[in-house]
């Protein structure tokens, strides 16, 4: 009788989950709201896709359009690698992930870029862009039309005619 009671008369204090779907409008295709995927390399490294929402394609197939994506992917030695955008598609088949509409990459050692479009082969740990790309870090900006990323080996590949401006040593002890 006690469970009873305390079922049809909530106390105040009583923990309760709900949810909002306000200024949210359903499409009618399969969506869901801050989906996490996880996944490894070929490395067996460790990777996660994010997003504000995701809807699965109306093909069927295994690529899934995101909504404010973020990926965080770790490379070797513990550093990591953080990517986001305003839209992408992940296809879990591929283990891909093409961003779209700002994106901006973050690595642990300060670094970051900033392009319109990227390509991301999550199973080979590869980023790509042929997009004009702005980036800065501490040693200093760079600007090119173009990247490439391969964690095997962490090669930074630059295209067309990049231009870098290096800061001076703020301790004073250049080689």
């Known amino acids: ?31 869901m709201l ?67 509409g700002a994106v901006s990459l973050y690595a642990d050692n300060g670094f970051e870029m900033h392009t319109d479009k990227a390509q991301v082969d999550l199973g080979n740990g590869v980023i790509e862009s042929t997009s004009a790309v702005r980036g800065q870090g501490p040693w200093g900006l760079l600007n090119a039309n173009g990247f490439k990323y391969a964690h095997k080996g962490d090669i930074m590949h630059f295209y067309g005619r990049p231009t870098l401006i290096l ?3 703020p301790a004073g002890s250049a080689p």
């Open 34 to 100: 801050n989906p996490r995927f996880f996944g490894v390399d070929n490395q067996k490294q460790r990777y996660t896709i994010t997003a504000e929402a995701a809807m699965r394609s109306a093909a069927g197939n295994e690529q899934v359009f995101l909504i404010k994506p973020g990926a965080d992917m770790t490379i070797e030695g513990g550093d990591w690698l953080a990517l986001n955008a305003d839209q992408g598609v992940y296809d879990r088949y591929t283990k891909t992930l093409t961003l779209s």
């Open 1 to 31: 009788a006690v469970i009873g009671w305390s079922w049809f008369n909530p106390s105040t204090t009583a923990f309760r989950i709900d949810y909002s779907l306000q200024d949210f409008e359903l499409s009618g295709q399969d969506e």
């Open 167 to 169: 800061y001076p040593d």
